[in-house]
């Protein structure tokens, strides 16, 4: 079966939360307020062998498992713009946008073959899936795969960084690892957040100083802008924390 989708620039889809690679949350990271997603995908959930093999295998009670996809991504509000969409409803950084906008509307962190469901627009986007829009899919095949190959390529590298950090991390702290246990039990599945700023002493040739003079504006921007929305409590609760703590690294403290 042969899917079509067009995308008409509709900027409808760029809002809320965005996966990003190490690279691109770094030359981003004065625009998107960075943190770390750990998302466990349980045996028979989509992906799981692909996410077992770009996260790592988290060992349960029973001797059951579940696969960990860690990501680092835009922590923006469901509903919220990114940061990167200008007034005009266009992307303002489009030349150099992040590997996870180019492949849209694919994701290198799902098989191949189970990517059906990415090609249908959500309610108010304007993506074109007529027939005269370009084949893009068949036969569970992505047509035009430069893109999605470029980001699958990326995050088998991010694994390479990722992988040891999350192992090395859990074990230092049993609570985390305690908290995605639980999460990883639950039926409904979930997410579990982390600061961003862990990983940067894994990542070489990074100046944490420049980093967190980009963050912590960043970080106060969305506190500020989060701050009377009480369906943002939490989003800005972590804001308000992790501006702190980029400034406290500014100040040598
Ligand atoms: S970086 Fe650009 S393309 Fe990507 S979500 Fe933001 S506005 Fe959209
Ligand atoms: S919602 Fe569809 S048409 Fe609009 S920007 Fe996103 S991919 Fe393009």
Known sequence: MERHFGCTACGKCCTGWLPLSIPDALAHAARFPLF??????????????????????????????????????????????CPALGDDGLCAVHADKPQRCRAMPFSGARAEAEQSDLLLPKPGWACDISAAA????????????????????????????????????????????????????????????????????????????????QQAPVMESFAERTQNNPQQADEHARYVACAKDWQRMLDGV
């Open 134 to 213: 370009p084949a893009v899919y068949r036969d569970h095949q992505i047509l035009l795969r430069e893109d999605f190959a470029a980001e699958r390529a990326q995050l088998e590298s991010d694994a390479l960084v990722l992988r040891p950090f999350a192992e090395r991390l859990l074990d230092a702290l049993p609570s985390l690892r305690g908290d995605l246990e639980k999460m990883a039990l639950k039926p409904q599945g979930g997410h579990i957040i982390t600061n961003f700023s862990t990983l940067v002493s894994r990542l070489p040739h990074v100046d944490i100083f420049a980093l967190a003079a």
């Open 36 to 81: 770390l997603l750990w998302t466990p995908v349980r045996p028979g959930g989509k992906s799981y062998d692909l996410t077992a093999r770009l996260g790592f295998v988290l060992h349960l009670k029973n001797r059951k498992r579940a696969a960990v996809r860690l990501t680092p991504f835009s922590y923006v509000p469901p509903g919220m713009a």
